[in-house]
Nanobody
Framework: QVQLVESGGGSVQSGGSLRLSCAAS????????MGWFRQAPGKEREGVAT???????NYADSVKGRFTISRDNAKNTLYLQMNSLKPEDTAMYYC????????????????WGKGTLVTISS
């Protein structure tokens, strides 16, 4: 049974940092593209960052230079280091997995976690 469990969310002030983690189980983690996605109240879900099986990364323009995605295949864990946080980063953050490649849209990711809430105050 595939499970993705996010942690590390919380409330911080603008300019602060958070590190999200996603623990994966129930599948061969190293065979999957992994990604972080977010959804703010009243808005559509959007991609934040993805990391391919061999480590190539891709970021949304809004987070480039502030967020870093990484994966530890030995620990089956995905991370998102978020620095210089802004109020507009406030959202529920989701971890997701897709077999073999990173699709062009979050809609095509195979598996999803339940999310962790990030709230940034000004």
């Amino acid at each position: 049974q595939v499970q993705l469990v996010e942690s590390g969310g919380g409330s911080v002030q603008s300019g602060g940092s958070l590190r999200l983690s996603c623990a994966a189980s129930g599948y061969t983690y190293s065979n999957y593209c992994m990604g972080w996605f977010r959804q703010a109240p009243g808005k559509e879900r959007e991609g934040v960052a993805t990391i391919e099986r061999l480590g190539k990364t891709n970021y949304a323009d809004s987070v480039k230079g502030r967020f870093t995605i990484s994966r530890d295949n030995a620990k089956n864990t995905l991370y998102l280091q978020m620095n210089s946080l802004k109020p507009e980063d406030t959202a529920m953050y989701y971890c997701a997995a897709n077999y073999n490649y990173c699709p062009g849209s979050w809609r095509y990711m195979d598996y999803w976690g339940k999310g962790t809430l990030v709230t940034i105050s000004s």
